[in-house]
């Protein structure tokens, strides 16, 4: 969807621009062909690999004046390094890249064997899948797999990992994904091991409570005209963006029967895409993984 990103975010071809899921740079390098060379480009991402390789990536571009590891969560403190404070557009996309993927070393895959680890940032001393499926209580890994995973056998599930792990601890992804298909039946295990893996991922990763903090941070980083746009992945994303969304677009939130405004409440967005955008089946045949995005896109209104 990188076409319909850089249609949506780019209304000064000269402006300031800011990535906040930067990855190897692929939507930084597609914005930059559109831009002019006065034009400033800035990057973040929580993983430190990613950003080294986007930073190669990107050598050849002029405009591009930062990129820096770091939690979008602290995009705020962030900016202070940055010769831009406010910006025309941002730009999240959510989840993970193929590249962490498909890296066995990184846990985030069910079709791969490799340590459960799932950190985006592998340098500081964060818990990983492992740290939490080892050491949490059945009822808390039930929650996790029911709150993130949306996983209806979240109780079942919980009490195999807990059985599983007192005869030994959970290490791998395929140890994991054992457990995983040894109760669920084979129709339905792929999407129950997708459920699972998303579920720790997002536990260990914090990956909710990043998004919530990183969304009133990001309007305010906007210029009056800028845009913010949002990929998300899966629902429980999406639903917090389209909410937030929804709150930031309306104006007083008066009761109805109040004779007249007292909360003086003023719109600070105004949503561009009435309708979520999702990929055309030509980019969902090439890229699979795309298949559950949805694009939401707002612009910020006049303070
Ligand atoms: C779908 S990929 C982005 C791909 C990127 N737009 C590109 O064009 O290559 C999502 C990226 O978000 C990063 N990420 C996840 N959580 C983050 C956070 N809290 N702060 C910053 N980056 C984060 C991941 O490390 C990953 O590189």
């Known amino acids: 969807m990188a076409g319909e990103v850089v249609k949506l ?21 597609a914005l930059a062909a559109d831009l002019g060379l006065s034009a400033r480009l800035y990057g973040i991402d929580k993983d430190g690999q990613a950003v080294g390789r986007a930073r190669k990536n990107l050598e050849a571009i002029g405009q591009l004046k930062g990129l820096r590891k770091a939690s979008y969560a602290d995009v705020d403190v962030v900016v202070e390094q940055f010769e831009d404070r406010q910006f025309d557009g941002l730009l999240l996309d959510l989840g993970l890249s193929s590249d962490q993927l498909d ?32 050491a949490l209580d059945e009822k808390d890994i039930a929650e996790i797999l029911r709150l993130f995973g949306e996983e209806r056998g979240a109780a079942r599930l ?22 995983v298909t040894g109760i ?33 941070r990001a309007v305010a980083l906007l210029k009056a005209g800028g845009r913010l746009v949002v990929i998300t992945y899966h629902s429980l994303e999406d639903r917090l963006v389209k909410r937030f969304f929804q709150e930031e677009a309306r104006g007083c939130i008066c009761p109805p029967g109040f004779p007249q405004c007292v909360c003086h409440r003023r719109p600070r967005l105004k949503i561009i895409t009435r309708r979520i955008l999702r990929p055309t089946p030509e980019e969902i045949k090439s890229n699979p993984r795309a298949r559950s995005a949805k694009l939401r896109a707002v612009e910020r209104l006049p303070l």
Request: proline share 6%; aromatic share 6%.
């Open 9 to 29: 975010l780019l209304t000064d071809s000269n402006g300031a621009y800011l990535d906040l899921t930067a990855g190897l740079g692929g939507h930084l390098r």
């Open 103 to 134: 890296d066995p070393a990184r846990g985030f895959s069910f079709r791969r064997d490799g340590p459960l680890d799932m950190r985006f940032d592998t340098d500081t001393v964060g818990r990983t899948a492992a740290d939490l499926i080892n």
């Open 184 to 216: 669920v039946p084979p129709p339905h295990q792929t999407k129950s091991l997708a459920r699972v893996f998303q579920a720790f991922r997002i536990a260990v990763n914090r990956e909710l409570d990043e998004l919530q903090a990183v969304l009133p």
């Open 158 to 179: 919980a009490r195999a990992i807990v059985r599983e792990r007192q005869k030994e601890m959970i290490l791998t992804t395929a140890q994991l994904a054992r457990i």
